[in-house]
């Protein structure tokens, strides 16, 4: 009876001591449970500090980036953004604007641009033109502007017109060699961007003249026809492409069934525009604008 009483009493004291390791036991799991999540948490919020510092760095660099690609001259050109491709004249707006837009240009070239000014066709547009202007005289002679004797580049600068449009190239491609004709003008066109920095720049394709007048020309070797013309603007086209520069194709608004200026655009002289072709011209200009 008392072995009885004694197996019980240690059977009792046997099955205390094992609850009492059980639960030493998950006690001390509790506690790696615990130390393990602090530890993780630990590293977690580390990684995040590290990922944040990460990102400033990257923000501050990418920063630095954009301040000095907008101190570089062709700050304006990247400015448009990626979806502007250098590759095509510029292509039609989705909307045109009105007149008003005139107040911000200004026009350069030769007595083609002349008639702008002439006709009055846009009042509130600046006109900075000479009879006979070619890539030659534009980078070595003065012209008059405002009663004073300065050279193209500082009357644009002294227009304050931020939207640049200009044609060059019926006074030369008769008898200049094109290449070298077109390597001055965008050198020219260079300065101009770099002295003019948030300028927007257009330059225009050489206008065609009427076939009466390509046909006569064809007859002389150093005279302007409408051939000519073509390939220059071409070659012009393609320079503006690898540099940078707005090309637009005004001349493609002007040419008739035999790729020719209209007949009637120019009844005098074959070249000139008369006022109904100076409109065509610049609602081309209102509508194929760089946003």
Avoid at 260 to 270: I, K, W
Wanted: glycine letters at 4%; one cysteine or more.
């Amino acid at each position: 009876m008392n072995f009885f009483k004694t197996h019980k009493i240690n059977k009792y004291y046997k099955l205390k001591n094992n609850k009492k390791w059980i639960l030493i036991f998950v006690i001390i799991l509790l506690l790696i449970l615990i130390i393990t999540s602090l530890i993780i948490t630990s590293l977690i919020s580390k990684n995040q500090v590290n990922n944040k510092s990460t990102l400033s760095q990257n923000l501050f660099s990418q920063s630095l980036s954009e301040k000095n690609l907008e101190n570089s001259e062709n700050f304006k050109n990247y400015l448009v953004g990626p979806e502007y491709i250098f590759q095509n004249p510029v292509k039609e707006s989705m909307s045109a604007l009105t007149d008003d837009y005139f107040s911000s240009v200004v026009f350069i070239g030769d007595s083609v641009t002349s008639g702008i000014q002439l006709y009055k066709t846009a009042k509130e547009a600046v006109v900075i033109s000479k009879t006979g202007l070619n890539i030659n005289n534009i980078i070595n002679n003065n012209i008059i502007y405002n009663n004073q004797e300065m050279t193209v580049l500082e009357a644009i600068k002294q227009s304050g017109r931020k939207n640049i449009y200009i044609m060059i190239g019926s006074n030369g491609i008769g008898w200049l060699d094109d290449d070298e004709m077109i390597s001055l003008y965008i050198d020219w066109l260079k300065e101009l961007r770099n002295q003019i920095p948030d300028s927007v720049i257009y330059v225009q394709s050489v206008l065609p003249i009427t076939k009466t007048l390509s046909d006569i020309n064809s007859k002389k070797s150093d005279a302007l026809t409408n051939e000519k013309i073509e390939i220059y603007n071409n070659k012009l086209l393609k320079s503006c492409v690898e540099n940078k520069f707005y090309y637009l194709d005004i001349s493609e608004k002007f040419k008739d069934e035999n790729n020719a200026l209209p007949e009637d655009a120019s009844p005098v002289d074959g070249m000139h525009i008369n006022a109904s072709y100076y409109n065509i011209w610049l609602d081309y200009i209102k509508s194929h604008v760089i946003k």
